[in-house]
């Protein structure tokens, strides 16, 4: 993010300037309010911008070489992982999946592959046809994150994904998220409120302005 500012009915919320390598996670803490979200909807495309809103941005959010400044959302590649994880509940677990895979990947065969995959990967063999609303908590979250992986994304930011579990299904759900992003090389921003967060991400600590 280069000199990346928003500002909010002119006051500056975010101003920050900052490269995520790799794999790196990156942790953004600052108080409620401070505009940690609103950063992360601007990175996704998804601010509501113009007048009415009062949102004004500047600097320049780059992926891989590329400005996503004027990007459509969808033409980002960037995953975000909510508080909640926004489960289809009307669909099974494998249908949340096929439902985050890229139209580029063709055939039923690898479309199913890749969803066996991911199932595997989250430790939930044979779970496609369940019912999310059968799922623990735990499971729920794996699903959510291999749901946002399998839309193939370059870069992937978090949204307090961990402040609704409880404590030993944080430190379990935390340590799996962070080897996915750092496994896939994806280089990670996370907000939260929890210091224990950012010290399990072991990396950089920052603030939005
Ligand atoms: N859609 C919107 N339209 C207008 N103002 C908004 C909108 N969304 C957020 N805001 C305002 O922008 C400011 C920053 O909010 P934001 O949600 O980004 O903060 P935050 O740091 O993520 O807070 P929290 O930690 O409480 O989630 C707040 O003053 C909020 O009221």
Redesign the pocket.
């Known amino acids: 993010m280069r000199r990346v500012s928003i500002r ?1 009915n002119g006051r500056v ?1 975010v101003d920050i300037d900052i490269e995520i390598k790799p794999g790196e996670i990156v942790t953004l803490m ?10 992360l909807a601007h990175i996704c495309g998804t601010l ?1 911008s113009g007048n009415a ?3 004004e941005v500047g600097g320049q959010v780059v992926l891989n070489g590329t400005s996503l400044d004027g990007l459509a959302p969808q033409d980002r590649h960037v995953g975000i992982l909510f508080q909640d994880d926004l489960l289809f509940p009307h669909l099974s677990v494998g249908g949340n999946l096929a439902f985050a895979l890229p139209s580029t990947i063709r055939g039923r065969d690898e479309r199913q592959k890749r969803i066996d995959e991911a199932l595997e990967s989250a430790g939930l063999d044979g779970f496609a046809d369940r019912d999310p609303a059968t799922l623990s908590g735990g499971q729920r979250a794996r699903v959510a994150l291999m749901r946002v992986l399998l839309s193939e994304p370059n870069a992937l930011l978090l949204d ?1 994904p961990f402040s609704k579990l409880d404590t030993e299904l944080r430190d379990q759900i935390r340590t799996f998220v962070f080897d996915q992003a750092r496994l896939r090389g994806l280089p990670t921003l996370m ?1 939260t ?1 929890d210091p224990d967060d950012g010290a399990a991400a072991g990396g950089r600590i920052v603030n ?1 302005v």
Do not use: C, R, T, Y
């Open positions: 909010l919320l600052g108080p409620s309010g401070s505009g940690k979200s609103s950063l509501p809103a009062g949102f307090e907000v409120h939005p």
